[in-house]
Antibody, heavy 119, light 107 residues
């Protein structure tokens, strides 16, 4: 059974940093692309970033230069390092497994971790 | 950036009624269009990939069609458990984008 378990969310001040993680199990992690998708309170889904199985990275314009996606295939874990956080980054951050090795549909999602940016 | 426009924004439907949700892309995306269901307080769930391909475990009342710029998600006979928000998503090019969502309520 595929499982994605996010952790690391919390309350952070504007301008601060946070790293969220996603522990994956139930599939060969190193074979698949992985993504982060966020959802602001009461709003729709917004793609944030994708990392291919070979390490290629892609970012939304709204986070490029501030966020860094990475993966540790030995630990089956996906990361999102978030720097210079803004109030508009407040959202539930979902880890999602891509259907293929690069970008694709998202066939499994985690339960999400809440990041709140506020003073 | 490819913009996905969903309609309607909200639909209130009687059980057993047919539901049709449309998603229009701002440029040709072939069949790289996927549909998700999100119930309140839950994570999104994949319903249909590549416009019309069924997903294992998803009830057969859910189907998708379309290609190019115009796509449709159909629920053939609505059940109470289908109350949710439905999103389309394109993977044709970066940035990956989602439609604004269609909320389906039960009358």
């Amino acid at each position: 059974e595929v499982q994605l378990l996010e952790s690391g969310g919390g309350l952070v001040q504007p301008g601060g940093s946070l790293r969220v993680s996603c522990a994956a199990s139930g599939f060969i992690f190193s074979n698949y692309g992985m993504s982060w998708v966020r959802q602001a309170p009461g709003k729709g889904l917004e793609w944030v970033s994708t990392i291919s199985n070979s390490g290629g990275t892609y970012y939304a314009d709204s986070v490029r230069g501030r966020f860094t996606i990475s993966r540790d295939n030995s630990k089956n874990t996906l990361y999102l390092q978030m720097n210079t956080l803004r109030a508009e980054d407040t959202a539930i951050y979902y880890c999602a497994k891509c259907g293929g090795s690069r970008w694709d549909y998202f066939d499994y999602w985690g339960q999400g971790t809440l990041v709140a940016v506020s003073s | 950036e490819i913009v996905l426009t969903q309609s309607p924004d909200f639909q209130s439907v009687t059980p057993k009624e047919k539901v049709t949700i449309t998603c229009r892309a701002s440029q040709n995306i072939g069949s790289s269009l996927h549909w998700y269901q999100q119930k309140p307080g839950q994570s999104p769930k994949l319903l249909i990939n590549y416009a019309s391909q069924s997903i294992s475990g998803v009830p057969s009342r859910f189907s998708g069609s379309g290609s190019g710029t115009d796509f449709t998600l159909t629920i053939s006979s609505l059940e109470a458990e289908d109350a949710a928000t439905y999103y389309c998503h394109q993977s044709s090019s970066f940035p990956l984008t989602f439609g604004g969502g269609t909320k389906v309520g039960i009358k």
